[in-house]
């Protein structure tokens, strides 16, 4: 059971910067099961919010059921029902149900009054039907997965308190109460106050009024309402675990609120209950509150993770984090990024903790995996309509929809695919075309996999736009870097453009698994894995300053002839001589040292640069090497037939300790299956530098 709050004022909404933390929506309560039924406490202003991300899951089917339970009417509570998009669903499922108290007969007259024609312009009557079931302050209601029992406050006009029980807890709310201020308060208002306090023990975690401060309580008396003080002792010597306040007067800031929850923290120091001061947008679980989950929130994770998104230069390794991060602001065991390719789905990003580690992930990003770009999958439909879909339960979605879930790989693997969060990539702002969809797989909570929150969607939205940013910026790269090797490939046609993605794409995976077995931070790792692709591409950029009658010469060059070849090395290291960014640095060794030697009989095309050995060449070049040499063997020349995987590697080992690092050679055997892959996606087909399809370029 996970709780959202998307009202937290009482009285009338607040609006401002003074009212951003705490919220300025009246009272709202979203309560998800973990069966995926959904219960409403309230009807405030913040029920608008909540409708809007309730639409994609009811059009789906996903939710099982959907409940409306109105603590009392006052306008506070209810104002926001008229602009609750499930109410003109008449598919929605959406049953109310509302307390009869006063001149409230039943459920039809206070729907009437709110819904009249003149104060709002629709009457009831020409509202879609839905369910509606009246009780009476405590009764017990058994709604889908979840007990609710009720209780009466003390409140003009009558109020009802709920305690919600499922998934092995409780959640309670007090609705709006008046606590007596001493024990010759009102008799009556006295036994109200005893009854809620029984109801409300042993709660996990209560939700309460504190509409006052004690000050201004005391100017207020009658009217319904309570201060934070009161609530502490009493529901600690119950047994309540956690309290969170709610219902704040408007005329409270984020100040005023932080102010009264320090004092209440320093005079209740000692109790065996957490005190903490609701937020709208906020979630709670049997803990208490786990997250802040609004607009402040959000901004600082999407800014603390701007700056180390900024380091990735390739699209590969950027994905992989983006979706990484994805995964980490949700909770979700796995994910995949696609991205759009002529009329299919390819899988851009791939990663699943319980079926395979992190570094066996880089796999499917080479195997061409792909789907059908159609409406038939959920990321398919996701692409195709542009909505994004919730889903808590993969295996109970409706028959009716147009979208179903492919169950294969779950039985191919044993896994268990349950809730699901997908949404679209955008190429511009939010009515362009789409790009892509990120596909977020069972979030997790305290071992358990739970739905995807609604506030979560807000999250993956802003990294959509930094996603597309980023796409944007690697691709401007890489268009750069694709210049200078399509000139190459026109000065030396010998040297296919599938030649460059592959070594970039065997040299990062070398360095992938290298910086596992050293223990190199992931987040670390990644940056300079996207750095190293780029730069390895550029190795042989050198030979643009060869002379045609030495590159082209058709046979044996002559010693002459080879010493001017050798000097591609140097060429291409002053090129990037001097270069601020890491990529220039390191194209510059990796052209400098490319063809040095393990145990320094190599060379730099420099007389004045002596050829480094062993662990003094610098990593990028050693690893550059292996790559190189490796794909050379394997690659059909004019001079050779192409040799076998198993053929090459064993030259490779002869070599090593000697021509190359034996540690990476031992690594390129360790990722024979990676490498395959690689090879499979980069083929000299056409001898072009980039896949024909546009969309890919994100992806080279």
Known sequence: MLIRLWGTRGSLPANGVRFSRYGGMTSCIEIRTDANDVLILDAGTGIRDLGKSLMPEIESGSIRSLHL??????????????????????????????????????????????????????????????????????????????????????????????????????????????????????????????????FLAGADVVLADAHFTEHDHQAHPGWGHSHFCQWPKPLAERGVRHLIYTHYSPDYTDRDIDRSLAELHARYDGLPMTIQAGQQSAAIDREGLVDAGGNEAEHCEICDFLPYLSGHAESHTMLTTILRKARDFTGADAGTIYLRSGNELLFAASQNDTLFPYSQASKAVYLNSRIPLNQNSIAGYVACTGKTLNIADVYCMPAHIPFSFNPSYDKKTGYRTRSVLAMPLREGDAAS???????????????????????????????????????QRAATIYDTIERILLAGNMHDPKETGMHVLRVGSVAAELYHKWAEKHGVDPEDMLVAKGQLRLAAMLHDVGKLGIPDSVLKKPGRLTDDEYHIMQRHTALGASLFDGGHHEIDRMVHDISLHHHARWDGKGYTGDPDIPSPAGENIPLCARITAVADVYDALVSKRSYKDAWGPEKALSILKEEAGTHFDPELVDCLEDIQDIVAAIYDCYQDDNGKVVAEDESARYLV
């Open 433 to 471: 075309k789409v790009i892509g969809v990120i596909q977020l797989i069972n979030s997790t909570r305290d071992g358990r996999t739970v739905p995807f929150a609604p506030a979560m969607e807000s999250l993956i939205a802003k990294l959509g736009i930094i996603t597309n940013i980023s796409l």
């Open 69 to 198: 339970l109105l603590s009392h009417w006052h306008l506070d509570h209810i104002q926001g029902l008229p602009f609750f998009a499930p109410v003109y669903n008449a598919d929605s499922g959406l049953v109310i149900h509302g307390a009869l108290a006063g001149e409230i007969l039943d459920l039809n007259m206070a729907l009437g009054r709110l819904f009249d024609g003149v104060q709002f312009p629709l009457k009831w009557k020409d509202v879609p039907r839905h369910g509606l079931r009246d009780f009476t302050a405590g009764d017990e209601l058994r709604l889908g997965s979840a007990c609710v029992t009720t209780c009466p406050t003390c409140h003009p006009g009558g109020c009802t308190a709920f305690r919600i029980t499922a998934d092995g807890w409780s959640f309670a709310f007090t609705g709006d109460h008046e606590i007596p201020l001493n024990d010759n308060d009102d008799i009556s208002r006295t036994a109200v106050t005893d009854r809620l306090f029984t």
